[in-house]
Each structure stands twice: as C-alpha cells, then as structure tokens.
C-alpha cells in the first residue's frame, strides 16, 4: 500500500507534537504523525518538566518564551488548563564560577525583557524552607519560570493537532526510509510506504537511527538523565520555587508534597542508540539501575544546601535517555546532502522548556523553507565529520551532560 503526504512527522514525543501542531496552524494541508507506541509515553514523559526561560546558549531564550505562548494558545484551543505550574525559579550561585553564570543569566534577563531580582539569604529560605543558604554567593529569582507535566503537555499539542486535522497514528512503527538517490520521499512502516514532500525526524533518542539510514551521523548520544522523588514531608509546599543548583550539580521542585531533585553524575552514562529498546522501562544504563551511585557521589553536594536529605525517604526514581550534544545545542534544520528530511533532535535536557519554539521553527522549516527563528548554533553539520557510535562521540556528549549547570 502506498499513502501520499505533505508531511510525514516520525516520533509522537513532544518535539513531534508540537511540530504537528504548528504545521496545522501554519496551512500545511495533509501531516501525518506516526508514534510506535503512544503519545508522549517514551522519554518525554520521563523528564522533569522546568519551563526555564532565560537561557545562556545562543537562541534558546527565544524558543523558550514560544513555548509560554504556545500553551497558552493550546489552553485556549482546547477549552482546558494543562496545570502550568508558575512557581518561579531560585538561583543559587555557592561559588566564582556559578556567581559568573548568574551575571550571565541576568544580562539575557535584561536583554529578552524577563523578570528577575536579586534577593538575600532571609528572603530564599523564607521561599524554600529546606533550604540552608548559607553558602551562597548569590541568589537570583525569576517569577516568571514554571514546570508542567510533560505527558500532559505532549497530550495537548497531539489534541490540537489532530482537532485541527493532523492525522496522528499510533501503535504503528516506522521501519525505514523511502529513499531514491539522496532524496528521502517518506517512509516504510510495517503497514505500507508514507511518500511524503518533507520527512521530519523527530524520533527522540532513536532519532540518529533513521537520519543514519539516510547516510547522515546525526551529532547526538542518548544519555542518561535521572531524578529522584522523596515521600512527602510539610518543608515541601507546591508553591515554592524550583531551585537551581549549578555547585551541587542540582536541581528541584515540588512534586505532590514532596521533592523532586535531579542530579548529575560526575560522568554520565551514555548508551549506543543501536542498543536501545523500544520500552524504555527495560533500559539499564550499566549494572546498578536504580542511580545509587550517583546518590552517593553528588548527593553529599546537595546536602550542602538541603541538610536533612539523608534523613528523607525516597518514593521514586526516574530514569530515561536524553539526547545530549558536547555543545549542549539542539539539533535543529536540514540534513545537509540530504534532500526531504529536517531533524528535529538533540533536546539536552531542556526539551519540555524549549517544545513550543521548536515545533514552531520545525514547522516554519518545513513549510516554508525559512524560519524566523536563529538555529545557526543548531545545524545538523557543526561539528563536521563524527562516528556517532564511537566511544569517543559518546564520551563527549556524556561531558556535556555532567559539566551542564541550568536546569
């Protein structure tokens, strides 16, 4: 059987989604998404979900405040909240080195026109009453940042799309290109061949997979990015901020009465893409699965700020596979020597953040041929020629990862 698209979408996380959504909303007439599984249930609904806005690397800020107007278009649309949750985020800065990246944080502030104040030690535990701010150096709230349940979110944008007559498949898996010479023309599923004018790869940590069937090494390694949950306790309100920690290499926020906090590993476990199974619940990164040695290497860092953590039990651990780059960019445009396929990857731990911008410029993209939104620090070709299955890709990748200090 042989289907005809304008655009074939290949992976129903949020990336996926929200590029569904935007091409709708731009004209694009006949977009079909195909999703193996369900929406939103691989390794988004994994992540932790900070709406961090004011972001350092190049062009990221303005992808981030897309994704604040994105939902509230789709809330609007869809006659529902999709529960933003507007704590606002704390920065503490414990030494030179992260003191200099809040100055940093405060110049995009200023120039993206986002709130922020400077505020002192009383004022910080007041907000987070875990909190011992006795080392920091420097505090920096921004009452605009949020988190969100990132299913919820992927939800929506799928919701959106199809009322606005994307035709999203799930359970159906892409098993190859339809390629003739260096053009990609769609894709092979297990039920038929999708001819499509424009393929997009949106396929998350399996995303190198297919670019490298169309003879390209995608710049990316699947990493693992983890977090933890503690039982609820009364120092845990729902309203206070997200607190980001670059000197213990943390970050938090509340989750129903309790602590959601993310670490990370002083070298991050990495996986060949080639390896990963399509249920993420059976991936194991190494043999210990449940992240105790990073507990014990970075939690010490933490307690620096939060002294009771050791006495708090832990309800849950998450873990999944994020798609990291050395430069802690996206992997956003063309494939270069490749005609008919945009990639749309690399998400570095901020894809729920950013969601909304890229599904925007994605869709520009593909729709259009332009975008009006600045991915020259996220091509595809920035780092010239790589083995994105060699040891030594996947080792620098992992370094990005560790050495990340947002949130």
Known sequence: MRTAADIVIVGGGIFGCAV???????????VILIERGEIGTASTSRAAGLLTRVRTKTGQTALAQQTRRAIA???????????????????VA??????????????????????????????AEQRVPWLDAGDALDLVMMPDEAFVDPYL????????????????RTAETVIGL???????????????TIHAGCTIDAAGPWSGLLSFEAGYHLPITPIRSHYWITEP????????????????RAYTRPEVGGLLFGLRDRTSASCDPRSLPEDLSSLRFGDEP?????????????????????????????????TYTPDGQFVLGRLPGVDGM?????????????????????????????????LEACRPDRFGGIDAFGVEWQRRCAAARSEKTSG
């Open 20 to 30: 569904a959504w935007n091409l709708a909303r731009l004209g694009a007439r006949h």
């Open 73 to 91: 278009e789709l809330e609007e649309e869809l006659g529902e909240s999709v529960g933003v949750r507007k704590v606002g985020s704390l920065h």
């Open 94 to 123: 414990a030494s030179e080195g992260s003191s200099a990246g809040l100055e940093d944080l405060r110049r995009v502030a200023e120039t993206c026109k986002e709130p922020f104040a400077t505020i002192d030690r009383a004022e």
């Open 153 to 168: 979110l992927a939800s929506f944008f799928a919701r959106a799309a199809r009322q606005r007559g994307v035709e999203v």
């Open 178 to 192: 339809a390629r003739e010479g260096q053009r990609v023309l769609g894709v092979r599923t297990e039920k038929e």
């Open 233 to 248: 306790r009364p120092i845990f309100p729902d309203d206070h901020p997200c607190v980001i920690l670059p000197d213990a």
């Open 290 to 322: 449940h992240g105790h040695e990073a507990l014990t290497e970075s939690g010490p860092l933490l307690e620096n700020f939060f002294p009771g953590l050791s006495d708090i039990g832990i309800a849950h651990y998450i873990a999944g596979p994020s």
């Open 342 to 374: 945009v990639v749309c990857s690399g998400c570095c731990g901020a894809g729920i953040a950013v969601s909304g911008g890229v599904g925007l410029a994605i869709a520009e993209l593909a729709h259009t041929g332009e975008t009006s939104f600045d």
